[in-house]
Nanobody, 125 residues
Framework: QVQLVESGGGLVQAGGSLRLSCAVS????????MGWFRQAPGKEREFVAA????????YYADSVKGRFTISRDNAKDTVYLQMNSLKPEDTAVYYC??????????????????WGQGTQVTVSS
């Protein structure tokens, strides 16, 4: 059974930082791409960042480019999202997801096959 478990969310002031983690079990982590998405209250879920299976390619939403960094440790079966210079508009539930359907990093949800339960990030002004 494939499981993705996020952690690291919490409450932080604007301008602060958080590091999210997503631990994966039940499949060979190093063979597929990973992504982070988020959903704010009353809004649709949106793409945040993605990383290739090797970690060599990354892709970011314009709204987080330059502030967030996605990385992975294949030895630990874990993907990370380092979030700096946080803004109140970054407040959302953050989800990690795995993508075994494409060889390139993508933003579209349809290509992601397994999802975590989400972790809440709240940025106060």
């Amino acid at each position: 059974q494939v499981q993705l478990v996020e952690s690291g969310g919490g409450l932080v002031q604007a301008g602060g930082s958080l590091r999210l983690s997503c631990a994966v079990s039940g499949r060979t982590f190093s063979t597929f791409n990973m992504g982070w998405f988020r959903q704010a209250p009353g809004k649709e879920r949106e793409f945040v960042a993605a990383i290739s299976w090797s970690g060599g390619n990354t892709y970011y939403a314009d709204s987080v480019k330059g502030r967030f960094t996605i990385s992975r440790d294949n030895a630990k079966d874990t993907v990370y999202l380092q979030m700096n210079s946080l803004k109140p508009e970054d407040t959302a539930v953050y989800y990690c997801a795995s993508n075994s359907r494409t060889r390139v990093v993508v933003a579209r949800e349809v290509f992601y096959d397994y999802w975590g339960q989400g972790t809440q990030v709240t940025v106060s002004s």
